[in-house]
């Protein structure tokens, strides 16, 4: 495959390395339908199939491939830049909460948090979740992926570093578990005869 | 309005663009003696491309089911049984199983007997050409020689039968992925999206399917739903389905996407479903017009359907044949010689070391590299490599599995057996 950066649609801001790129190079932007749109001086060295920051994306702002919002920028992304799990976040845009009833929401926003600081338990949070709630006072959940004022929901989505694991629904997951556990204990006990 | 030549069901008024004759096995403790049947005609192939085969369906169920499974599986099993390319089918029942025909007691009313053989009596009120042997009833030796004559008797007559002319708007085409790699999502899928427009631009029904492989893209397909009543459907399939999934990873401790997948280049989980699901296309007018449960009739009226199947390639498949998918166009990325038992799977990759390495197995090889150098559009590309490969195979010319002789097909069990 050649080496170049491949677009596949005209609103997209970050390309596709279609081989092993190197630092400080230019390769040309190749855009489906369109040919060679540019070329793109990269800022890491990209390995294949690993996305590249077309233009600048600045911290908060959508990571768009495919013409769709894939992720959102933790931080400011030069164009250039390899653009991966390091510096983007799963796009916070989707309205979860009308999805399912709860777990993605861990509670409000007492004062007004910095994007950085961390969020612990009563200083600058209150937690709403079930597996938060019983934790003692100054207990860090995590660190702000963004600004959040005060009285904002804190979710999955704003939240990183998270340092409790939470079902997505208590209810349904235990079920599971629970049902997991079964089928695993009985095959354990026959196997013993 | 494009056309394909395909053999038509008078008393069932569908296409269909194979002719083959089904033995199906009621339950799997039948399913050697069902394949001493099968063996002496499996050499046999009629046809104009010698297309047409006899095709056994070898499946593990079909006894001790409880619920819901009971139902998925008489719905499977009815479903492929009058699959429009089928032209006669052979059930080979036990006698004891949960869809298979009581053995005849002393003084028992005949008729009274064959209805209550429950799969039987579905197929002849559909309208098709069924038979049917009972090895308790009959013994081992003579169930497979009164099989071998019933195949016999239809094969005859199915070799008498030619194509037609039929509008695309009368067939139902399938698509999936499976066995992916980096290339399924940025070549192979979007392509195939293209020629998913042109097909439903000419009336021509397509269904998708994999739950699994479209969660994280909830977004993407909430704008493509046609009303507020399959919107409802879909969100409380794709609810289920995450807390089902993510109740199984946080047991089993896998995350998705996988470590594999992020050291391919993939870093969200929607990018991931974002890549599998552009194989419906980018065009927003086109719209889902209904949600369908696994294994469903799925209308033949025109327009993009979603089936909830598992993302596994034997079951996605398996569930699209079943509920009446003609033909089912599966792109992959590293190389899969699945197939189907009664419908044409055709294989499409746009990666050519795959492509060079697995002949045997892949249809169609998208020439990427043409996109690079003659500056061709996607769409161009997909039009003259996957849609011609298309028109060839609804009007007969075998694919790639149907050569090595691939008869898959499996049965979604949900819950414990007894």
Not at chain 2, 3 to 26: D, M, Q, S, W
Not at chain 2, 65 to 80: M, N, Q, R, S, Y
Not at chain 2, 101 to 115: I, R, V
Not at chain 2, 176 to 205: H, M, Q, R, W
Request: glycine share 10%; net charge positive.
């Amino acid at each position: 495959m050649m080496k170049i950066i491949y677009k596949l649609n005209p609103i997209d801001n970050v390309g596709t390395a279609l081989s092993d790129l190197e630092k400080n190079n230019y390769y040309p932007i190749f855009e489906e339908g369109k040919g060679v749109v540019g070329s793109l001086c990269v800022l890491n060295d990209i390995p294949k199939w690993y996305k590249v920051a077309l233009s600048k994306i600045l911290e908060d702002e959508f990571v768009l491939k495919f013409g769709y919002p894939m992720g959102i920028a933790v931080i400011d992304i030069e164009p250039g830049m390899i653009v991966h799990i390091t510096n983007i976040i799963l796009n916070s845009n989707f309205n979860f909460n009308e999805l399912i009833e709860y777990g993605f929401i861990l509670g409000r926003a007492l004062v007004n948090i910095d994007k950085g600081s961390s969020i612990r338990i009563g200083q600058n949070f209150a937690p709403s979740h079930p597996k938060l709630r019983g934790l003692p006072h100054n207990t860090k959940i995590g660190v702000a992926a963004s600004r959040i004022v005060a009285g904002e929901i804190i979710r999955l989505g704003n939240i990183v570093d998270l340092k409790h694991k939470l079902g997505w629904n208590i209810k349904y997951r235990s079920l599971v578990k629970d049902f997991y556990k079964f089928i695993y204990m009985g095959i354990m006990s026959m196997s013993r005869g | 309005m494009e056309e394909c030549l395909a053999y038509f069901r008078k008393k069932r008024r569908v296409y269909g663009i194979r002719n083959h004759i089904l033995i199906l096995p009621t339950t799997f403790c039948v399913n050697n003696i069902a394949m001493k049947i099968w063996s002496y005609f499996s050499e046999e192939r009629w046809g104009d491309f010698e297309e047409n085969r006899v095709v056994i369906a070898l499946h593990d169920a079909g006894c001790c089911h409880v619920g819901f499974d009971h139902e998925i599986t008489f719905k499977i099993l009815a479903g492929i049984a009058s699959h429009p390319n089928v032209y006669g089918v052979l059930l080979v029942s036990l006698g004891c199983g949960q869809f298979c025909k009581l053995p005849l007691k002393q003084g028992e009313d005949k008729k009274a007997n064959l209805m209550n053989f429950r799969l039987y009596d579905k197929l002849i009120k559909r309208g098709i050409k069924v038979k049917w042997v009972n090895v308790q009833e009959f013994g081992v030796r003579e169930s497979i020689k009164r099989g071998t004559k019933f195949v016999n008797e239809m094969l005859n007559e199915a070799k008498r039968i030619d194509r037609v002319k039929c509008p695309l708007s009368r067939i139902v085409i399938g698509v999936g992925n499976g066995a992916s790699d980096p290339t399924s999502g940025l070549f192979a899928n979007p392509a195939v999206g293209y020629v998913v427009e042109y097909l439903i631009s000419n009336k021509c029904t397509i269904v998708f399917s994999q739950t699994t492989e479209v969660l994280g893209a909830e977004n993407y397909l909430f704008e493509r739903v046609k009303d507020e009543r399959v919107m409802l459907k879909l969100k409380r399939l794709l609810e289920t389905m995450i807390v089902l999934k993510e109740g199984i990873q946080d047991y089993l401790g896998v995350a998705d996407p996988t470590p594999g997948n992020i050291e391919s280049g993939i870093s969200t989980l929607t990018e991931k479903s974002l890549g599998s699901i552009s194989k419906i296309g980018y065009n927003k007018n086109i719209k889902i017009k209904d949600i369908l449960s696994y294994g469903t009739k799925i209308p033949r009226n025109g327009g993009l359907y979603f089936m909830d199947t598992p993302g596994e390639d034997l079951l996605a498949i398996t569930g699209m044949v079943a509920g009446g998918a003609h033909l089912v166009i599966y792109t992959t990325g590293l190389g899969t010689p699945i197939g189907n038992v009664v419908a044409p799977v055709v294989k499409v990759t746009a990666n050519k070391e795959t492509y060079e390495r697995l002949q045997d197995i892949i249809d169609v090889y998208i020439p990427i590299e043409k996109l690079f150098s003659e500056n061709f559009s996607l769409r161009k590309l997909a039009m003259d490599n996957i849609y011609e490969q298309i028109m060839k195979i609804l009007s007969g010319e075998p694919t790639k599995a149907e050569r090595i002789g691939q008869m898959d097909f499996g049965v979604r069990e949900l819950w414990i057996k007894l």
